[in-house]
Structure formats: C-alpha cells, structure tokens
C-alpha cells in the first residue's frame, strides 16, 4: 500500500521543486516510500545542490583568474604596490 505523504512533506517537495525551476537547474522527481526516505532524499539534493554551487564559483575563479593574466588586474591594496 502506498502511504500518502504529509502536507509538510508535500509544501516542502514543492519548495524544493519551485526554487530548483527559478534556478533553472534540471531535477527529476522521486517518489519516497517513508520520511526516514525522504529526509534522505532531501539530503542528497541538498548536497549534489552545494557540489554545483562549489564547481561553478571554481570555474567562475579560473575565469577570473585567466582574465587577470592580461596585466589589467587590480594590484589588492594589502600588498602596498
């Protein structure tokens, strides 16, 4: 038999579904079984969410970086140039 899910779990699967469309990231919905599954599942999408976050800035840096090669980068103040 198919458990029907709370309102909480369901008002926090929508959540979760409306922010991942205004980041326009993909997602792929799962049915969960139990909460213990779906406090799981939550989990894992927080993670794989913060892996993106982290592999983005790093690409984001390594632009910046590559655009400060051409000498037009700022000299930080700190270093009393």
Request: glycine fraction near 4%; avoid cysteine; aromatic fraction near 4%.
């Amino acid at each position: 038999m198919i458990r029907r899910a709370s309102p909480a779990q369901q008002r926090k699967a929508l959540e979760i579904a409306n922010l991942f469309v205004k980041m326009g990231v993909g997602f792929v919905p799962v049915p969960v079984a139990n909460s213990e599954e779906f406090d799981k599942l939550v989990k894992q999408s927080n993670d794989r969410l913060a892996e993106m976050e982290a592999s983005a800035a790093a690409s984001e840096d390594a632009q910046n970086n590559d655009d400060d090669i051409d000498g037009d980068a700022a000299v930080p103040a700190h270093y009393g140039l």
